[in-house]
């Protein structure tokens, strides 16, 4: 107990790192995590606004709502590698506020919408430049923080998604009940031009103050010994390497690509429900119930609740753990064939889907620790290596939500989703079983980088080279 209160203190362990973290996590992590609460604020906010009388406005029918989020996904596909590749070659307190302003832009432009394909074309767009904040962020939280802080700063960024998710609910809410017709607009329509509005104040904070990486900061509030310990803290890794097809072959022939991009293919589609507002769905869809347009915003914000404290608590403890991030997978597999097989048994039972639907939220938890266990992995590997195969997770993912969504989740099979639980059955196991393949890469690679550290240390000092591993001094191992 002692242990982990320590470890929840954050107690550093060389002579200024308290202050340093707490001016990184002020500045970087505010920063992103602001940044992609008005993200998914905006995402979440078209399921509202469909539930709040778009859909009528509009003339949607059908399959029209999914296939503007299957658009998006391909936007956001598309968007992944290019934009994690240009915080490479750019500084990321120019490139994320840039972002950020044409999404805004692109947000209030949504008000003016007077035909589902107006949306259609809108979102494509925005996807492309909002597909700049998961990745993006997560390489740069991955060049500041130690494997032992982390996971729990990814849980407080990915929570902050999940918190635009949860107040998106409120917020609509708020402005149906007050601003509906005012100036001859609809609830729905204000509520995307202040999505756009609120965004731009934060993107002037991140022109400002954002600390761009280690070794290529400017920042004014960091010292010159901030820095040297900053770059002191992670691990050193290879030279750059220019992005070629050269490079590209070689991720290609490395397994850290295939498997983490298969991890989060798989686990992306664990979230199904939350991620395609399921909850939402089906009290639309209800047979015999009517919900209010309060209800139908405010009760499904229990399902992200449940996914930041998911999070919060799974990104603390695998810190804790020493970055044992694959318990993580277990639980889900666990969950998603729990919760799927209830709603098939009981389908008629609105407080079985009810409570089903809520505890599947806590499957968000992936999203933090997953791409903290890649960081992981990668932080002995050139940067150039490590910001590809984040990317290309999220892009391997979102390929498959392109189409996924439709098939098994679409509107259409509204209340129940019957394909789609199995589809979840399914999925879960494979997580499973996936995670336990990677488990074992992992343990194959880290006994080899052993070696090779050992090996590495006893050329240096053959006395002292077998006293025990050196974490902080690993040389690159070419998988």
Not at 187 to 193: H, M
Not at 279 to 287: C, E, G, N, T, V
């Amino acid at each position: 107990m002692a242990s982990f209160i320590q470890y929840l203190r954050g107690e550093p362990r060389a002579p200024g790192e308290r202050k340093l973290i707490f001016k990184l996590d002020f500045f970087i992590l505010t920063f992103c995590s602001l940044m992609y609460f008005l993200n998914y604020l905006d995402r979440t906010n078209l399921n509202n606004a469909y539930v709040s009388g778009m859909k009528e406005e509009l003339g949607f029918h059908g399959n029209q709502l999914n296939q503007i989020n299957t658009v998006f996904t391909v936007g956001y596909t598309i968007g992944q590698l290019p934009c994690n590749v240009a915080l490479y070659y750019m500084k990321p307190r120019i490139f994320f506020p840039s972002c950020m302003v044409i999404w805004a832009g692109l947000t209030m432009a949504t008000a003016g919408a007077q035909h589902p394909r107006d949306i259609m074309a809108i979102r494509f767009f925005q996807a492309i430049f909002e597909a700049s904040t998961f990745v993006g962020t997560h390489y740069i939280l991955g060049s500041w923080y130690t494997k032992r802080e982390l996971g729990k700063r990814s849980g407080i960024f990915t929570a902050s998604g999940l918190a635009g998710t949860m107040i998106g609910g409120f917020v609509q809410t708020g402005i149906h009940s007050s601003m509906d017709g005012l100036s001859g607009l609809s609830g729905w329509r204000w509520l995307f031009v202040i999505d756009g509005i609120i965004t731009i104040p934060v993107a002037i904070y991140g022109f400002f103050l954002f600390p761009d990486t280690p070794r290529t900061t400017k920042a004014p509030y960091l010292t010159a010994d901030d820095k040297a310990l900053a770059i002191s803290r992670v691990p050193e890794t290879p030279e750059r390497t220019p992005i070629s097809w050269g490079f590209l072959k070689h991720c290609f022939s490395t397994w850290f690509w295939y498997f983490f991009v298969v991890l989060w293919v798989i686990a992306g589609e664990t979230e199904s429900f939350s991620s395609n507002a399921l909850l939402s769905l089906y009290m639309k869809a209800h047979p015999t119930k009517k919900y209010t347009v309060s209800q139908l915003n405010n009760y499904p914000t229990g399902v992200p609740a449940v996914g930041i404290v998911s999070t919060l608590f799974w990104a603390t403890l695998t810190d804790f753990w020493g970055g044992r991030r694959y318990f993580v997978g277990y639980w889900i597999g666990i969950t998603g064939v729990v919760t799927s097989a209830l709603i098939l048994a009981y389908p008629e039972s609105t407080s079985i889907n009810f409570a089903m639907y809520y505890w599947a939220g806590s499957v968000y938890a992936c999203q933090a620790t997953f791409f903290a266990w890649a960081n992981d992995v990668l932080r002995y590997e050139e940067d150039s290596l490590r910001a590809v195969v984040i990317a290309s997770m999220n892009m391997g993912n979102n390929a498959i939500n392109a189409w996924w969504s439709i098939i098994f989740y679409g509107a259409n099979f509204a209340p129940y989703f019957t394909r789609g639980m199995y589809a979840m059955i399914a999925t879960s196991i494979a997580l499973a079983i996936w995670t336990g393949l990677l488990v074992w890469m992992q343990k194959r690679t880290d006994r080899r980088r052993e070696h090779e550290d050992v090996y590495a240390r006893e050329e240096k000092d053959p006395v002292s080279a077998h006293d025990g591993p050196n974490e902080d001094n690993h040389v690159k191992l070419k998988a």
